[in-house]
């Protein structure tokens, strides 16, 4: 088998199962572009289930009134239970273990999902998300079924949808091969906590503004150090907290900027004195 060949069957598919009411908008979110491509390429896989298909309602309900009144209606226990049932037991007869996966339930009341979340997630095999409607879901379902509770941020959405989405597309980035080699997941600047440095495409100059030369000297040292200064201004203004942790994982990278200066300064002086010697 050839390298490339071997590679691509040593790697294991992602699966992501997502216990939704509406499984037609994790479909269509996540079929296009760059996870759509992963699905087709069996890199990960997307399984989104209906609760509604598992409630025992002769009527198809899946919500009731809280008790103890209050505002709203709440996703009853009987077809979550039972909808994580069976993709815990379709994941059986796959040879996997079911009901050993860990099910992350989207919440504000969630730990904040971040980069280093996304890239321990993308270790599983497979991934069960449960998305809540209306003022929630039972909690004794959650007690028997939740390993994670996540948040996507502090602010209340209509749904679990849009955060397990967000998540999946966080997560499936960093499985191998999703991305192209060139732009590996795990080589991202956020993934060392700097944001971006800024990119320039053709043409040269547009609307009057040029391409920063140093990008067009073809030197790609000076262009590697120009582009980690801009990444360090960024994130200094933007992301002070994100910055601090940088500064204090990478205390050397300031030693050696201080060496560096301290070299030029050094140069600078000697050759103001020859030319006043001269
Ligand atoms: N459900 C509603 N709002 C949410 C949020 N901010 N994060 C995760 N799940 C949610």
Redesign the pocket.
Known sequence: MSDRRQERSDRRCTSFHVLTLFPEMIRQGLGESITGRAIARGLISLEAVNIRDYTLDKHKKVDDYPYGGGAGMLMQAQPVYDAWRAVAESIDRQGRRGSAARVIY???Q?AAFCQDMARELAGEEDLIFLC?HYEGIDERVLEEIVTDQ????D???T??EL?AMVMIDAIARMVPGVLSNARSGETESFGNHLLEYPQYSRPEIWHERRVPQILLSGNHQKVEEWRLEQSLERTGRLRPDLYEKWAEENQEYFIRKAKRQERARRKMLRNAQKEQQK
């Open positions: 989207l919440t504000p969630g809540g996540v948040s996507i941020g602010y209340v959405l749904g679990g955060p």
